[in-house]
């Protein structure tokens, strides 16, 4: 069935350091993959989308690369900063319709250290 | 209030409780969203109402039922629930279901005892 999955559950980086969180996915047929954030106590967070004939957008600090070929996304934070500690989720939107169905993947907790 | 903004935060409710979940959204969005958040698992897409029709009923047992009287407003009312229906229920909206960026409330941490 569709699923979008992540690499590892758990990334620990310094501070200062560049953060690369990786999302795998089954859907060829879709359009847009975004990626959001999680702090505690909080909704997720959109963050930066990419257009699926696009490989590579980039945002303030962040850059998000699309590889169709093996179905993989990642999310690169440069310069990674404590407020940055959250929990991380990719999730694309199959073009089946505009039906706002948006699958997400499990996260990846990405803790700062100082 | 700004954003989405969800009540109550906290709900401790027993198998044979009724309570209802409030979401609104304070951003003149047409669609509204209901994701169930459980430990270890991915956001559960749970329902869809777009300009207060719902266009998406992710298979969800008939213990939930949603209402969207209008285009700010979204409550799940929940019977007869099981302890493992317990989870952070997140409310989200978004322009129209054409926009997959979503504006997400802060939940509502539920409890089945």
């Known amino acids: 069935g569709e699923s979008v999955g992540l690499h590892l559950p758990t990334l620990s980086v310094q501070e200062g350091d560049n953060s690369i969180i990786n999302c795998a996915y089954s859907n060829s047929a879709s359009d847009y993959f975004i990626w959001y954030k999680q702090e505690s106590g909080k909704g997720p967070q959109f963050i930066i989308d990419i257009r699926s004939n696009m490989d590579k957008r980039q945002g303030q600090r962040v850059t998000v690369l699309l590889n169709k070929t093996v179905k993989h996304l990642s999310l690169q934070i440069a310069a990674t900063q404590p407020g940055d500690s959250a929990v991380y989720f990719c999730?694309?939107?199959?073009?089946?319709?505009?039906?706002?169905?948006?699958?997400f993947g499990q996260g990846t907790t990405l803790q700062v250290k100082p | 209030e700004t954003g989405v903004t969800q009540t109550p935060r906290h709900l401790v409710m027993g198998m044979t409780n009724k309570k209802s979940l409030k979401c609104e959204q304070h951003l003149g969005h047409n669609a509204m969203y209901w994701y169930k958040q459980s430990a270890k698992k991915p956001l559960e897409l749970m329902f869809v109402y777009n300009f207060k029709e719902q266009t998406e009923n992710n298979s969800v047992p008939s213990r939930f039922s949603p209402e969207c009287p209008n285009s700010s407003h979204l409550f799940l009312h929940l019977h007869t629930l099981q302890p493992e229906d317990s989870a952070l229920y997140l409310c989200?909206?978004?322009?129209?279901?054409?926009?997959?960026?979503?504006?997400f409330g802060p939940g509502t941490r539920l409890t089945v005892t």
């Open positions: 989200a909206s978004s322009s129209g279901t054409g926009s997959y960026e979503q504006y």
């Open positions: 999730a694309d939107r199959p073009t089946f319709g505009n039906t706002g169905k948006l699958i």
